[in-house]
């Protein structure tokens, strides 16, 4: 059985790398960046709601969170967020 967080990891990572491009652009486009950052933010949400299901989904969110805590700030709600599904996931798992 696959971890369903990967999947969110993957589709996070996919909207942050958009975000990123849209803010690096010489070319400023107000839609394609508040796309980019509501895709982004949606994507964030899936990943703080989807419970890792397996030890290496664990490892995973929090090397994945340290890994954005490094590159950018992250929100103090997203954190909370993350750390009581993790929280909970650890708790579900043998």
Sequence with gaps: M?????AALE???AAYAALT?????????????ALANDVEARA???LAATPA??????VAVVQYVAA?????????EWEHRLADSLAAAIAAVP
């Design 21 to 33: 491009a849209a803010l690096a652009t010489d070319s400023f486009d107000g839609h394609a960046l």
């Design 53 to 58: 299901t397996t030890r290496d989904g664990i």
């Design 2 to 6: 696959v971890d369903p967080i990967f």
């Design 11 to 13: 589709q996070h990572r």
């Design 68 to 76: 954005q805590r490094a590159t950018r700030e992250v929100s103090p």
């Design 44 to 46: 964030l949400n899936v």
